[in-house]
């Protein structure tokens, strides 16, 4: 084991490899590009430490890119899986089709009233009033309605 370590290399033998020609003349070619490189990354102090401060990052910044290909391949695994999107699908029906009933019943209502009030030809005076403001329904409507605009003028304020 001493001979090995004792022993030199002939520098003509790895120059005669042609992998090692090719990566030279690689290397070659590519000098005028590094130089540019090189002076533009140390053209002033501040890219310099601006360049230390990316490498000094890398670690992070590799442990970061390994999150987010981890949650991009969990993403797309979900969106690809069809049993998976299956329940994601009934999931937001459970929330929406509450929504979309109420909202039907309300314009189902309201084209009921806009019918009767337009076959309706009841002529109104005060006194149908004051007797239509004991009917509870019209209660109700006049408590909601002061309600709804005291909250519009807390909102203001």
Not at 3 to 15: C, G, K, M, R, W
Not at 16 to 22: G, M, T
Not at 26 to 40: N, Q, Y
Request: charged content about 25%.
């Amino acid at each position: 084991m001493a001979e090995a370590t004792n022993q030199t290399v002939d520098v003509s033998d790895i120059l005669l490899d042609p992998n090692v020609q090719l990566s030279l003349n690689t290397v070659l070619e590519k000098m005028p590009e590094l130089a540019e490189l090189m002076s533009a990354l140390t053209k002033n102090e501040e890219t310099l430490q601006s360049l230390v401060k990316v490498i000094d990052s890398l670690p992070t910044l590799a442990k970061l890119l390994r999150l987010v290909d981890r949650v991009y391949g969990a993403v797309e695994d979900a969106v690809t899986d069809g049993s998976t999107m299956e329940g994601a699908v009934k999931m937001a029906q459970g929330y929406v089709q509450p929504v979309i009933g109420t909202v039907q019943k309300g314009y189902r209502a309201f084209e009921v009233a806009k019918e009767r009030s337009e076959q309706d030809t009841t002529k109104y005076n005060v006194f149908s009033l004051l007797k239509m403001l004991k009917d509870p329904n019209v209660q109700k409507a006049l408590r909601f309605t002061q309600a709804m605009l005291d909250a519009l003028g807390e909102d203001k304020a």
